[in-house]
């Protein structure tokens, strides 16, 4: 049975970092992408960022480009999201998901979800 668990979440300053991981079970990451989401109360779910599982490539949502980095570690089966230079903006529940294509696309097509992590910027 495919498990994602998110952990890094926190408060954080404007301008701060965080490190965001998602630790996978039941698969491997070259079994499926993982995709990252993020929620604010009362909007839908924004897709953040993928990272293939054919061959590593990724994508970004145009209002992280530049400042969140998504990366993998299959021997621990782990996905991080390294989020830079963080804005008010980018406070909200962050979510991993499994990604239904290999090669992610730029479109997102999540699958199983984890229970998710919340991230606060503010000062």
């Known amino acids: 049975q495919a498990q994602l668990v998110e952990s890094g979440g926190g408060l954080v300053q404007p301008g701060g970092s965080l490190r965001l991981s998602c630790a996978v079970s039941g698969f491997t990451l070259d079994d499926y992408s993982i995709d990252w989401f993020r929620q604010v109360p009362g909007k839908e779910r924004e897709g953040v960022s993928c990272?293939?599982?054919?061959?590593?490539?990724?994508n970004y949502a145009d209002s992280v480009k530049g400042r969140f980095t998504i990366s993998r570690d299959n021997a621990k089966n782990t996905v991080y999201l390294q989020m830079n230079n963080l804005k008010p903006e980018d406070t909200a529940v962050y979510y991993c998901?499994?990604?239904?294509?290999?090669?992610?696309?730029?479109?997102?097509?999540?699958?199983?979800w984890g229970q998710g992590t919340q991230v606060a910027v503010s000062s």
């Open positions: 998901a499994t990604e239904r294509f290999k090669t992610c696309t730029g479109d997102f097509f999540p699958m199983v």
């Open positions: 990272i293939s599982s054919s061959d590593g490539s990724t």
